[in-house]
């Protein structure tokens, strides 16, 4: 899918004036235009692309949750909020072909998608498994 809108790559309205941004979420925004909408497609899923903007943005800010496999280094713990948004920016410029660009963001200490609410949930599957487990052995 591909849009084709005239929007500047070179401003962004700040992240409380975007509408519908969540900030208790960690979050990425771009400009919208067809490069940056490839890029950010590959790059937030399982996340959605949402378009947004505010004031005088309308329709001009591509923003989404930032991926737990972004979110998260190989050790699965939070990393640093640079290198978080440094490697959203790299995985847009890389899979977008988008070259220069501004960008915003945000990393909080929650993960972005629902996969820590799975995680707990197969944790208590896991737990409950093995008392079945354990009980039947007894």
């Keep these: 899918m591909s849009v084709n809108r005239t929007c500047s790559h070179d401003a962004l309205p700040d992240l409380k004036d975007i509408p519908g941004l969540p900030m208790d979420r960690s979050v990425w925004v771009i400009p919208n235009w067809n490069e940056s909408f490839v890029g950010m497609t590959?790059?937030?899923?399982?996340?959605?692309?949402?378009?947004?903007?505010?004031?005088?943005?309308?329709?001009?800010?591509?923003?989404?949750?930032?991926?737990?496999?972004?979110?998260?280094?190989?050790?699965?713990?939070?990393?640093?909020t640079g290198e978080v948004l440094s490697a959203m920016r790299q995985c847009v410029m890389v899979k977008g072909g988008a070259k220069s660009f501004i960008s915003g963001g945000q990393v909080k200490d929650n993960a972005a998608?629902?996969?820590?609410?799975?995680?707990?949930?197969?944790?208590?599957?896991?737990?409950?498994?093995?008392?079945?487990?354990?009980?039947?052995?007894?």
């Design 42 to 80: 590959a790059c937030c899923t399982p996340n959605e692309v949402h378009i947004s903007g505010g004031p005088g943005f309308e329709g001009c800010v591509l923003c989404c949750l930032i991926p737990d496999s972004i979110l998260k280094g190989k050790d699965r713990k939070k990393g640093e």
């Design 113 to 138: 998608s629902s996969s820590n609410i799975v995680g707990r949930t197969t944790l208590l599957g896991v737990g409950v498994w093995v008392l079945l487990a354990v009980g039947l052995l007894a």
